[in-house]
């Protein structure tokens, strides 16, 4: 069955590293996107592509940066993690037409920690 | 910006009874979705609407397209345990991207 699969699940790590979390799916959707969830914010939206070698940034993207070189994978780098940075993060995909969001089906996501 | 607004931010009802999940915006959105999350997994896609005035069900829940395209909900009926998580209502607005309201924490009293 196709899926969108987040590696790791669970992540530690120290204050200035560079972290990078992966998102991988299987259904050939040209839309990715890199959510976080934090506690009284819901989920916001922190970078998004449409398509290979496409990347944009969304609402809450210092910090964070993302690379398309194929439809499958979509990596979160983290290029300096800070305490802020600890969350939980959700990859998703969706197949709608270009610059157009709509149904995002999404991963099991990732309890990042900075410590 | 674009804005979706769910209260309460909690609600807790007795199992086999019926709850109803509003969703509002001062915007207009083209699409609605609503989405369930059980703990420690990603939100799952419960019903999609694309259409003012539609109403679509989905087993127990059901899920209607508001006719001023401003505000959607989301009743379930005869809930059961298993229903405990956290909905979100998103949806798709003038700048064509999927904004999410906060959620709301059901918790089913047995």
């Known amino acids: 069955d196709a899926e969108i699969t987040q590696s790791p699940r669970h992540k530690i790590t120290e204050t200035g590293r560079q972290v990078t979390l992966a998102c991988h799916q299987t259904?050939?959707?040209?839309?990715m996107f890199w959510y976080r969830q934090d506690l009284g914010h819901g989920l916001r939206l922190i970078h998004y592509s449409y398509g290979v070698q496409d990347t944009n940034k969304g609402e809450v993207s210092d910090g964070y940066s993302v690379s398309r070189s194929n439809t499958e994978d979509l990596p979160l780098t983290l290029e300096s993690a800070a305490s802020s940075q600890t969350s939980v993060y959700f990859c998703?995909?969706?197949?709608?037409?270009?610059?157009?969001?709509?149904?995002?089906?999404f991963g099991q996501g990732t309890r990042l920690t900075v410590v | 910006g674009q804005q979706l607004n769910q209260s309460p931010q909690s609600m807790f009802i007795q199992e086999g009874e019926d709850v109803s999940m509003n969703c509002t915006s001062s915007?207009?959105?083209?699409?609605w979705l609503w989405y369930k999350q059980d703990p420690g997994e990603g939100p799952v896609l419960l019903i999609a609407l694309y259409k003012a005035g539609e109403l679509t069900s989905n087993g127990r829940l059901t899920a209607q397209f508001g006719i001023t395209r401003k505000d959607s909900f989301l009743n379930i009926s005869a809930s059961i345990p298993s229903d405990v998580g956290i909905y979100f209502c998103?949806?798709?607005?003038?700048?064509?991207?999927?904004?999410f309201g906060k959620g709301i924490t059901l918790s089913v009293r047995p």
């Open positions: 998703a995909s969706s197949e709608s037409p270009r610059a157009m969001d709509t149904e995002a089906f």
């Open positions: 259904w050939n959707h040209n839309n």
């Open positions: 915007s207009i959105f083209n699409t």
């Open positions: 998103a949806g798709t607005g003038a700048n064509s991207k999927l904004t």
